[in-house]
Every structure is written in structure tokens, then in C-alpha cells.
């Protein structure tokens, strides 16, 4: 069975400091791994996703995220945020295996909040 | 091209009522998914279609129906409504299987049941 737990439901930054949302997974096979962000009152978009290519993976806006194996962890990363950075952010993990038609589970969410 | 749109957008409904939610998408795409957020639990899978005429239980199907008569359409039904199905829902669609495709999701649709 395949799970991902978001490390942290909150994290506060300043304005061009970096990000770091961590995020941790179990699956049984190689896993596909997402990271989508929620605006506000809106859907969730896709910043990027890592199916076993390169494990530096880089998404929309600056983000990207590592993946490693020996870690069972999929970070998300960015240099400097921005302001429109604020948003909910959720780790997801693609389920495999026999009979599977790739279905989605989220972590829990984490709220990223930018300071002035 | 909208994308995935999702009717209505905010809806209450009282204790025992039914009610059905739109989705709809322009991409073509074969899979569907209807999705509920609830807070601090992210998004859980209640049903999903793998094509026309096909549908299948996700993660918490309890209380809800769907159907896809249409490809571009994906109806959830909840016959009964109770507070406990109080939650923003989701509509989501991809173009093949999930694992490694992405999914294109709708603004989602407030429901509150008193």
C-alpha cells in the first residue's frame, strides 16, 4: 500500500527566503510523485511530478524537488519565495500494483505562509 | 478549452435531501474522479470511471453514486444527504492511468448539509 505523510501543516517564511516543504512516502513499487498547490478557494494545480526519470525534478513558478529513494522523501524546494507563494500545498503519491488505475493519495496538506 | 468545470459552485442542503453534481471536461479525457477535501485530511477518492459507462468505489463511497453516461461528463448523486458529507468536492480527469499522468482538476464545489 502506498501513503505519504506531509512533514510539516505549517510552515511561515519571509519574503526571498527559501521554501522547504517536506514530504516522506511509503509505496511497495516505484513510486510516481506529485506536488499540487491550492490557492485560495480554488482547484488544485500541478507544480510538478517525478516518475522515474531524473530525481531532480523542476516544476512551474521556481519550485522543484528531489527525489530519494534511500530517504523515502520528496521535498519541495524554492529559492527565494514570493508573496503569491502563500497556499496549501499537498504531496501526492500515483498507487501501483495489480489491478490499479493510478489512483491519487494526498498528504495532509501544508499551508505555506509569506511574510512580508 | 475550460478545462474541467464543475456545477454548482456552492450549494446547502438540508439533512435528507438529494442533489447531484456536474462535472464536466473538454480535454477528451478516458479517466474521471470525484474527489472530497476536508480540512487537515486532504483530498480522499470517493468514486472514479476508467471510460463511458464504467465507474468504481475509491476511498469513501459511502452515501454518494456516480454515473458517466457521456465521456465528458462524470455525475455524483447523494441520495441522502447528511452533515457529515459537509466538504468541498472535486472532479478531477486525466488522459490515461494516473501513476504517471497528471490530473486536471476542476474549482471544486462547496457543499453544506444542516
Known amino acids: 500500500a502506498q501513503s505519504v505523510t506531509q512533514l510539516d501543516s505549517h510552515v511561515s517564511v519571509s519574503e526571498g527566503t527559501p521554501v522547504l516543504l517536506r514530504c516522506n512516502y511509503s509505496s511497495s513499487y516505484s513510486p510516481s510523485l506529485f506536488w499540487y498547490v491550492q490557492h485560495p478557494n480554488k482547484g488544485l494545480q500541478l507544480l510538478l511530478k517525478y516518475t522515474s526519470a531524473a530525481t531532480l525534478v523542476k516544476g512551474i513558478n521556481g519550485f522543484e524537488a528531489e527525489f530519494k529513494k534511500s530517504e523515502t522523501s520528496f521535498h519541495l524546494t524554492k529559492p527565494s519565495a514570493h508573496m503569491s507563494d502563500a497556499a496549501e500545498y499537498f504531496c501526492?503519491?500515483?498507487?501501483?500494483?495489480?489491478?490499479?488505475?493510478?489512483?491519487?493519495?494526498f498528504g495532509q496538506g501544508t499551508t505555506l505562509q509569506v511574510k512580508p | 478549452n475550460a478545462g474541467v468545470t464543475q456545477t454548482p459552485k456552492f450549494r446547502v442542503l438540508k439533512t435528507g435531501q438529494s442533489m447531484t453534481l456536474l462535472c464536466a471536461q473538454d480535454m477528451n479525457h478516458e479517466y474521471m474522479y470525484w474527489y472530497r477535501q476536508d480540512p487537515g485530511m486532504g483530498l480522499r477518492l470517493i468514486h472514479y470511471?476508467?471510460?463511458?459507462?464504467?465507474?468504481a468505489k475509491g476511498e469513501v463511497p459511502d452515501g454518494y453514486n456516480v454515473s458517466r453516461l457521456k465521456k465528458q461528463n462524470f455525475l455524483l448523486g447523494l441520495e441522502s444527504a447528511a452533515p457529515s458529507q459537509t466538504s468541498v468536492y472535486f472532479c478531477?480527469?486525466?488522459?490515461?492511468?494516473?501513476?504517471?499522468?497528471?490530473?486536471?482538476f476542476g474549482p471544486g464545489t462547496r457543499l453544506l448539509v444542516l
Open positions: 478531477a480527469s486525466s488522459p490515461g492511468l494516473a501513476a504517471k499522468e497528471t490530473q486536471y
Open positions: 470511471s476508467v471510460g463511458e459507462g464504467t465507474t
Open positions: 501526492v503519491v500515483s498507487g501501483h500494483g495489480s489491478g490499479n488505475t493510478g489512483k491519487l493519495i
